[in-house]
């Protein structure tokens, strides 16, 4: 126990072997998940699954100081996994190369204890909310850009990501458009580390239903409680390209990209002009699945038949993000 001897006055021996005895999933290995995995690690959560698609690039390593120079190229989930190993070898850190679908999402966290969103991307965000509110898990999720980010609990008996975040924003910045500094996104993957660890071995208060924010261009750290948010009445669910049916109606919101195999293209300022007709059920596509949101919750309010979200950096249809 001497690795673990500063930790255990705050969490006990009892709270040690909780931490053993957990399995943690992580969506994301970079920014966020870089931070979040080596203290998880380095705690001694006993068994950490990893899923991350893609290989590391030298624009990454500013803000993922887990990775070398050399590693370009590498995928991450497979790096990451390999330097924990000879951070903590008590630790068991499994790497799945792969991306997280609303088809794959249950079956990677049926024996998960706390799953933490590193991965900044809306459709994964709101699937992950989505599956953790059928399971009764905890949701950790995180975001930075620029100069600002936040972590929050939710889940678990505390209201969804959907309920904190109901209105999502028009247009969506990411690191390569607006830029990050490393410190800001490692400070929320820390607090998204603390949280699970707080959950896992039940300190209190608990950090469900906890939004944390840091502001590093004013100094300032904020946040709010949320236990009594209220869950949409009628949520629009991401579905996997293989979930796709036949009788589905697609249409592509893309203006970017030529229309995916079967799929129509409309504009998002069009959606409201769309027919269905006696379609059992639309399904709008977009590459991160915010401009599909935004427009189901338009035809949603002029048309009762099903709806349902794709994000087209699925890799069924063999898009990249």
């Known amino acids: ?24 999933l992580i969506v994301g290995a970079g920014g966020l998940g870089c931070p979040a995995l080596q203290y998880l690690v380095a705690a001694g959560v006993g068994r950490i699954t990893l899923v991350d698609p893609d290989r590391i690039e030298v624009t990454n390593l500013h ?18 996994a390999a330097t924990m190993a000879a951070l903590n070898p008590d630790v068991q850190v499994i790497p799945r190369v792969e991306w997280l679908t609303p088809a794959n999402a249950p079956a990677l966290m049926e024996d998960a204890d706390a799953v933490l969103d590193c991965a900044d991307s809306f459709a994964v965000s709101l699937t992950l909310s989505d599956a953790c509110m059928a399971a009764g898990k905890p949701l950790i999720a995180g975001s930075a850009l620029a100069l600002s980010g936040y972590a929050l609990a939710c889940g678990a008996g505390a209201p969804s990501l959907r309920a904190v975040f109901p209105d999502l924003p028009l247009r969506g910045a990411n690191c390569a458009t607006a830029g990050v500094l490393g410190p800001v996104v490692g400070m929320i993957g820390a607090l998204q580390a603390q949280m ?62 030529a229309p995916f195999p079967g799929a129509t293209h409309i504009p998002p300022d069009r959606i409201g002009d769309l027919e269905p007709g006696t379609a059992p059920r639309v399904v709008l596509a977009c590459r991160t699945g915010l401009r599909a949101q935004n427009a189901g919750q338009i035809l949603q309010s002029r048309w009762p038949g099903s709806i349902a979200l794709l994000a087209l950096t699925d890799p069924d249809l063999g898009e990249t993000p």
């Open 1 to 24: 126990m001497n690795r673990y001897a500063r930790q255990l006055p705050q969490i006990g021996p009892a709270g040690q072997a909780r931490l053993a005895d957990a399995h943690v």
């Open 196 to 257: 699970a660890l707080a959950w896992l071995v039940g300190l209190d208060p608990s950090p469900l239903g906890r939004l944390i924010s840091f502001d590093a261009a004013r100094w300032r750290m904020g946040g709010f409680r949320f236990d009594r948010a209220p869950e949409p009445v009628a949520p629009l669910p991401f579905i996997a390209a293989s979930q796709i049916d036949p009788g589905d109606l697609l249409i592509d919101l893309r203006a970017e990209a």
């Open 63 to 80: 803000r993922q100081p887990l990775y070398r120079s050399d590693q370009t190229g590498q995928p991450k989930a497979l790096a990451a």
